[in-house]
């Protein structure tokens, strides 16, 4: 009697992470999905009022895109849209906890979107409990698809505004969600575990849903 409670026991713990890891990501998902009717319109062009141009730099007598960086993403698309209740600019303290919020949503728009993928999220230092089949490698950023990049874009972007306010949508061709974006999915991608299916199509079907 002994020895089969002390097989049902890990059984059922292992359940109940599965039910609550399964309620968690369901949440999450219903929030990133949530829109952000305070940002109109969510994809501004180049040549409208208040855009946030691109980072530059002189190179010689011309300007040229210079890489982005975090700093740049706080001092250009943070503080000029987050202040104190008085409308002064916040100590660089709370900027810097925002972009750490930020990169929080990151995480699991990108979760998600590997899931989408038919790949794991699961620590490489704990168990997989989805069941996916293990592979050495997840697609690279370029072998994603312009549309399935765009999809998940426009929801790193509501998921921002909705939880932090900081306005994305008024980045110039969306430079910093895109830097952001690739930028997590190479550490990803340099994970020592991740799992999924044949990645030679990843992102290449329209079935690919995020």
């Not at 309620?23 to 999450?28: C, G, I, P, Y």
């Not at 208040?50 to 980072?55: E, F, G, K, M, R």
């Not at 909705?162 to 430079?175: F, G, L, N, T």
Request: some cysteine; hydrophobic content about 40%; charged content about 20%.
């Amino acid at each position: 009697m002994t020895t089969l409670m002390s097989m049902i026991k890990p059984l059922a713990v292992q359940g109940q992470k599965i039910e609550e890891m399964s309620a968690q990501l369901a949440h999450l998902v219903e929030a990133i999905a949530q829109p952000a009717p305070a940002l109109q319109p969510e994809s501004p062009t180049v040549d409208e009022e208040l855009v946030i141009p691109h980072p530059m730099k002189v190179v010689g007598t011309k300007y040229r895109r210079t890489n982005v960086t975090k700093t740049h993403i706080i001092d250009h698309v943070i503080k000029p849209y987050c202040q104190d209740a008085d409308g002064q600019e916040l100590p660089d303290a709370q900027l810097k906890g925002i972009y750490s919020n930020i990169l929080a949503l990151r995480k699991v728009v990108i979760e998600i979107a590997l899931r989408g993928l038919g790949l794991c999220t699961c620590s490489a230092s704990s168990e997989c409990i989805c069941g996916a089949p293990v592979s050495s490698t997840i697609p690279l950023w370029s072998q994603l698809t312009t549309d399935y990049k765009s999809r998940m874009v426009e929801q790193f972007k509501a998921a921002v505004w909705a939880k932090q306010k900081v306005p994305m949508s008024k980045c110039a061709r969306q430079w910093a969600a895109m830097h952001m974006l690739e930028e997590g999915w190479g550490t990803w991608a340099k994970k020592p575990r991740n799992i999924g299916r044949d990645y030679a199509s990843m992102g290449t079907s329209e079935n690919n849903d995020i």
